[in-house]
């Protein structure tokens, strides 16, 4: 159980569309015996009007609220994603926002997108919160449950851009990982990868950089290699190949100091 000022509110279900694995996963999420959103994923071109809708259900014996937002990502250092919940995005229209559904009844929420995004494309979370009408007097009950909304960019908006920003050490030679933080300047969430070849001191280590999906506006650590003794302390000139949709989106040639 977990306490939130006087409400006492006690989150029962979690689940997250992630953009690990691409923003998610399954055509629906539900919380056990008691909220169901539908799709779990919803998809669509970023284009002003209809974007489609989600499907709300209350799989509980009783009556339940709910509200609806849409909210911005936010994506760590370590590429893990959650909603912004102090946000909504206003360009995005639910066209309802709470609602009461008796129990086993279910509800279609409708989508619109106001203007189009300055990015050209623009991915959020749909946040649902249920909370059944009957509860005790020191708990209050509530279910959410997290989907995601991708609007892609129209196929000639489509811009595919990455940018290395710090290449450093985690931990040493014998026990960490070689990083290189990158920024998305593109506006899809088409993985990032690539390969990296590190040379010095005799050594030469090759090798590919896991594509990883950041958001448009996002930095992500990427790790380049792990360092599990491999290579000796010294200096090396690190050359690494950035690429998204199979297009070479940028780059970094550098010399490190490894300790």
Do not use: C
Not at 196 to 209: A, D, N, T, W, Y
Not at 216 to 223: D, E, F, I, Y
Request: charged share 20%; hydrophobic share 40%.
């Amino acid at each position: 159980m977990r306490l939130l000022d006087t409400w006492r509110l006690a989150i029962l279900a979690m689940a997250i569309g992630l953009l690990a694995a691409g923003l998610g996963a399954g055509n629906a999420l539900a919380a056990r015996g008691g909220l169901a959103i539908t799709p779990g994923i919803l998809e669509h071109v970023a284009r002003p009007g209809g974007v489609g809708s989600v499907k709300v259900a209350n799989t509980t014996s009783g009556p339940m609220t709910v509200r609806l937002a849409v909210r911005p990502w936010t994506q760590r250092r370590g590429g893990a994603v959650a909603p912004n919940r102090r946000r909504t995005l206003d360009k995005v229209r639910p066209n309802r926002r709470a609602f009461a559904l008796r129990a086993g009844a279910s509800r279609t929420v409708r989508l619109s997108l106001a203007r189009r995004p300055a990015r050209g494309s623009l991915y959020g979370a749909i946040e649902v919160t249920g909370t059944p009408r009957r509860g005790g007097k020191n708990v209050k009950v509530a279910y959410r449950l997290v989907s995601s909304l991708r609007l892609f960019p129209l196929a000639s908006a489509r811009r595919y851009r990455a940018k290395p920003r710090r290449l450093f050490e985690h931990g040493s030679v014998r026990r960490g990982a070689l990083l290189l933080a990158v920024k998305n300047a593109g506006n899809t969430i088409d993985p990032i990868g690539g390969r990296v070849r590190i040379s010095g001191r005799g050594h030469l280590l090759k090798g590919v950089v896991s594509p990883t999906t950041i958001l448009p506006g996002a930095t992500v650590n990427l790790r380049l290699t792990r360092l599990r003794g491999t290579l000796p302390r010294g200096s090396y000139t690190v050359a690494a190949r950035l690429t998204q949709a199979g297009r070479r989106v940028g780059g970094v040639k550098q010399r490190v100091r490894l300790r």
